[in-house]
Structure formats: C-alpha cells, structure tokens
Nanobody
Framework: QVQVVESGGGSVQPGGSLRITCVAS????????MGWYRQAPGKQRELVAD???????NYADSVKGRFTISRDNAKNTAYLQMNSLKPEDTAVYYC?????????????WGQGTQVTVSS
C-alpha cells in the first residue's frame, strides 16, 4: 500500500526558515511528480511548488525566490526549503505524489504538516 508522509513542520518567527520533507513509498509505478500544496483556514488548497522526476520545477508566484523544492529520486523524497517566511505562509502543507505507469496516473496525498509563522 502506498504511503506519503510529511514531516518537519513547526512554528517559526517571520523571516525565519523551515525545511519540510515528504517521503513516498515504493511502487511498481514510477514516481512522476512530487508537489507541495498548502491550505490555510477558510481558504482553498493551493499549489506551492512541484517537481518532476526530471527535475523540472514549478512555483506559485507568492513563494518564488523564497522557497526551493528539491528531490532525491533514490530515496523517493522531496524537500521544501522555506526561507524568509511570512505570516501568510501559515497553513497545513500537504505533499502530493503522482505515480505513473504507461498512461495511468495515480495521485496520493499525505496527511499534512502544520507550518505556523508568527511573532
């Protein structure tokens, strides 16, 4: 059974940094894309950043220049380095992993990790 597990969230002051980690279990499918999404109270879940197995990245405008997504394919792990954090970055951060085999794509979500930015 596939599992996606996030870790590394916590509380930090504005301007601080955090790194969150997503580990996905192995499968007969390859892991195509790994991405980070976030959801703040009363708001819709939104894409923060994602990365393909080839290393192509995509970022939300609100985090460009502050967040960096990276990936270790050998470990089925993705990281999100968050710098210059702002209170508006406060949210539950979820990892979505897209598994692919031929033309079939299957999405799995983690349980989320809380990031709180507050003075």
């Amino acid at each position: 059974q596939v599992q996606v597990v996030e870790s590394g969230g916590g509380s930090v002051q504005p301007g601080g940094s955090l790194r969150i980690t997503c580990v996905a279990s192995r499968s007969i499918f390859i892991i195509y894309t790994m991405g980070w999404y976030r959801q703040a109270p009363g708001k819709q879940r939104e894409l923060v950043a994602d990365i393909t197995d080839g290393g192509i990245t995509n970022y939300a405008d609100s985090v460009k220049g502050r967040f960096t997504i990276s990936r270790d394919n050998a470990k089925n792990t993705a990281y999100l380095q968050m710098n210059s954090l702002k209170p508006e970055d406060t949210a539950v951060y979820y990892c979505k992993t897209v598994y692919k085999r031929d033309t079939v794509y299957v999405n799995y979500w983690g349980q989320g990790t809380q990031v709180t930015v507050s003075s």
